[in-house]
């Protein structure tokens, strides 16, 4: 019998630790019930603990994958996590606008072990080019507080990332202080909502893009929002509780079944 799945465009960098980045996706992706394509933004040379280095791949390169894709069949939604280089930029908005379905993105500025991974350049782009094209945006709290360095609190910078155009904020809040995890979700209408997880005290590597892609999966295969965001935040919490080592620094969130 002939099935499919829906599929969802990855547009992600590549962490050979297999933590975070693309793994993080097609794994994550694929345990909703979907399909990633996956095309690399940057090749990073990076362990389980930190990224010493990021390798931006050409926009061409990037295109050009996206063309054949994009011509071989639809897609029901797009995730960006680590852009990488300015650069990219415009080809990304390019992606959005010519698939024309949900674009979820996980602004990765800095790495948990502590690695930059954005300049000003990338920062101010991502703000004036990429946000007006998002459907949603999912920084950690202390990447929202660097997007937005003026607001005075977690729901000001999320008023102010929908301001510029992002249609909804989710502020994860994994790495802030507090016995429980809160999520902030700003949704469409600009309504808050705050989604709770029990905390594990443990140091993760690729949580955020597992959360991320996990909503991509779960809008592809035809949740809404608000569905998706709850399921993708269970799922994820799933995957802290069974995370494994995988090398001497922080542990892998578990996103297969077995
Ligand atoms: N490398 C890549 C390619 C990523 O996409 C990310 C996060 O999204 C990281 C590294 C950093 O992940 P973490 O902060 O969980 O270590």
């Given at each position: 019998m002939l099935t499919s799945r829906p599929r969802v465009l990855c547009l992600s960098g590549h962490d050979p630790s297999g933590g975070a980045g693309i793994h993080a996706d097609l794994e994550a992706i694929a345990a909703q019930g979907a399909h990633a394509l996956t095309v690399i933004t940057a090749l990073t040379v990076q362990d389980s603990g930190n990224v010493r280095r990021v390798l931006p791949q050409p926009p061409a390169q990037v295109a050009e994958q996206v063309e054949l894709l994009l011509a071989d069949g639809p897609v029901a939604a797009v995730k960006i996590g680590l852009i990488g280089d300015a650069a990219l930029l415009p080809v990304l908005v390019d992606v959005i606008r010519r698939a024309g379905v949900p674009a979820i993105c996980d602004?990765?500025?800095?790495?948990?072990?502590?690695?930059?991974?954005?300049d000003a350049n990338l920062r101010a782009g991502l703000i004036e080019q990429l946000l007006p094209q998002l459907a949603l945006l999912t920084p950690n709290a202390a990447e929202a507080r660097r997007l937005m360095?003026?607001?005075?609190?977690l729901p000001a910078a999320a008023a102010r990332l929908a301001a510029a155009g992002c249609r909804q904020v989710l502020i994860t809040g994994?790495?802030?202080?507090?016995l429980d995890i809160q999520n902030l979700w700003r949704d469409g209408a600009g309504t808050l909502h705050t989604l709770r997880s029990p905390r594990i005290d443990a140091r993760f590597h690729g949580a955020g893009c597992t959360l991320a892609a996990a909503i991509a999966g779960r809008i592809a295969v035809g949740d809404d929002w608000g569905q998706a965001i709850a399921r993708a935040q269970d799922y994820t919490h799933g995957t802290l509780a069974a995370a494994y080592a995988a090398g001497q620094g922080r542990l892998i969130p578990k996103r297969h079944l077995t």
């Open positions: 602004p990765v500025l800095r790495a948990g072990g502590g690695t930059d991974l954005s360095p003026d607001a005075p609190d994994g790495d802030e202080p507090g």
